[in-house]
């Protein structure tokens, strides 16, 4: 029996009705659901940080299905204090070390007013080359304006049984003697250095003490000063181990995902959440943090970043899209090198929606035509249009140096692959182009496994190929083609099979333009060379 297929079919719409669900139970306005994203102001934005608002936004789509006003509250930390030099920024960053980022000169120059706007502005840049419509709050202004004031009050007037509670949870004992607030030292402009001991909630300010702290590897050393500090100010912040509740219940926010990282964090502000601020905490989904090819976690830090301004140089918003929307769980690998593998999926996924391709599993089917939907934002093309694998593009493009839009559409009509140059197919000659200068290599093979009669159809093939490439004439297209059937033939081989076996290599597809005049295009001695590392 098929299951009860919810919205269209995808793990957003799932999350989205557990969503409404348990908003009804809990008698909450619906007027307007907020969901959360927080995005980094401290570090390189990279695939896996756009990937936490487009999931956000994915479920704010679902609700919007659902007929339910939705937004997104992009909430970027430009109050954190700096804790190591992210690989690739200069060293003179070391002095700032433990200062807000929002105070922090631009890394980069002078574009942007600070360390935190430079960052903060490549992450928003993205989002809005994906076409993600969202609502960006600052810390340092929610701070400023004394947006978080009551939730402060009501968190710091229960220290000592927030304190005990943390220390259950996480075994961290330092908020049993310390209050989960860190005042900027007004000596030393540090974050993070500071010790705040006793709240005034009547005058809302702390009491601090420079003391120092280590961050990651960095001992930062106190300055030993002694003041206080008002919380109705930018001139401190919450430790992050309260601070998602405050802003939740500030917000009205009804869902965030979060990442196993910080599950410790997220579990005692559900508790704080819940019971000091007497906010039912935003419903969750964790999910598995992206790995570079080498299993290592993509971090801003080391260095292994993948930006989503690099992906859209070679691919489309849509290919990115779809890699960040298809599913929640699991851990994924991703390099810069799956490019051109999303943009083969995600036409093929466009194939299936609009019922070029088929697929027997009719649950399957609804699910992949609602993820076509969901990455383009709920309003899809109105026709399918021509498509091209990418490699072929990519091989094409790296054959002109000149005019190669020009020349690549007029092979393209020659193969009988387009009819006409539509936006979408020069976009994509474009990116295919910017692949082919950048990371096509001779080298490159894809995953194929030959059995012993497929090597020696490529063996026979390639002397054969070998002889036509020493000879003139205008058949020489026809002559490969006929080449490639006899040696399908000649080793027991189904020609359709030897064919679909050749586009693989070559195209990695399983079909596309005349072979003949597309080995003659691409060149035989660059054929054979191709044919020859797979075997």
């Not at 050393?221 to 998602?244: H, P, Q, R």
């Not at 979060?258 to 502000?269: E, L």
């Not at 992206?290 to 070679?314: C, E, M, R």
Request: proline share 3%; with cysteine; net charge positive.
């Amino acid at each position: 029996m098929s299951k009860k297929i919810i919205g269209k079919g995808t793990w957003l719409d799932k999350v989205a009705y557990k969503l409404v669900e348990r908003e009804k139970q809990l008698g909450r306005s619906m007027e307007l659901v907020k969901v959360e994203s927080g995005i980094g102001a401290s570090g390189i934005p990279h695939v896996g940080s756009l990937g936490d608002a487009v999931r956000a936004y994915g479920v704010s789509l679902a609700l919007m299905n659902m007929g339910y006003n939705s937004k997104l509250v992009a909430y970027a930390d430009d109050m954190d204090g700096l804790r190591k030099i992210p690989s690739g920024l200069p060293h003179w960053l070391n002095e700032y070390l433990g200062k807000p980022v929002s105070k922090i000169p631009d890394p980069s120059g002078d574009c942007h007013e600070s360390f935190s706007s430079h960052i903060i502005s490549s992450l928003t840049d993205s989002l809005d080359k994906v076409g993600i419509k969202y609502e960006l709050q600052k810390a340092s202004e929610t701070y400023q304006k004394g947006m978080l004031t009551t939730q402060i009050d009501r968190i710091l007037s229960k220290h000592e049984q927030l304190g005990n509670k943390i220390s259950t949870y996480v075994g961290q004992d330092k908020y049993k003697n310390s209050l989960p607030f860190f005042p900027v030292c007004e000596s030393c402009g540090r974050l993070y250095v500071t010790s705040a001991s006793k709240y005034f909630s009547d005058e809302k300010k702390v009491t601090y003490s420079c003391t120092g702290t280590t961050l990651g590897n960095n001992k930062i050393l106190g300055c030993n000063y002694i003041g206080e500090v008002s919380t109705k100010s930018d001139k401190g912040k919450l430790a992050w181990k309260v601070e998602f509740a405050a802003r939740w219940c500030a917000f009205d926010i009804r869902f965030e995902a979060y990442g196993k990282d910080i599950m410790d964090s997220v579990r005692v502000n559900d508790w704080v959440s819940d019971v000091i601020l007497d906010f039912p905490h935003p419903l969750h989904i964790k999910y598995e943090m992206f790995l570079d090819k080498i299993g290592k976690k993509i971090s801003k830090s080391a260095g292994n970043v993948l930006t989503p301004q690099k992906w859209l140089k070679y691919g489309t918003s849509q290919s990115l899209l779809l890699l960040l929307l298809k599913r929640i769980t699991g851990t994924r690998t991703i390099g810069i090198e799956d490019v051109p593998t999303l943009m083969d999926e995600y036409d093929a996924v466009e194939d299936l929606f609009f019922g070029k391709k088929k697929e027997a599993n009719y649950e399957k089917m609804i699910k992949i035509k609602g993820l076509y939907e969901y990455v383009n934002h709920l309003h899809p093309p109105i026709h399918n249009i021509e498509h091209v694998p990418y490699q072929l593009i990519a091989q094409q493009g790296s054959l002109f140096c000149q005019d190669r839009i020009g020349k690549i559409y007029e092979r393209l009509i020659k193969y009988k692959l387009v009819t006409k140059l539509t936006p979408e197919l020069k976009a994509k000659i474009e990116c295919a182009c910017n692949w082919a200068d950048d990371y096509l290599r001779s080298d490159k093979k894809f995953d194929i496994t030959l059995s012993v009669s497929e090597v020696r159809a490529i063996n026979d093939l390639k002397s054969k190929l070998q002889d036509i490439n020493d000879r003139n004439g205008s058949e020489l297209a026809q002559d490969i083609q006929n080449a490639i059937y006899q040696s399908a033939r000649a080793n027991t081989i189904e020609p359709k099979k030897f064919f679909e076996l050749l586009y693989k290599i070559l195209i990695n597809n399983t079909n596309g333009p005349k072979l003949g005049s597309y080995i003659l295009d691409l060149g035989i001695k660059r054929t054979i060379g191709i044919l020859d590392s797979y075997i």
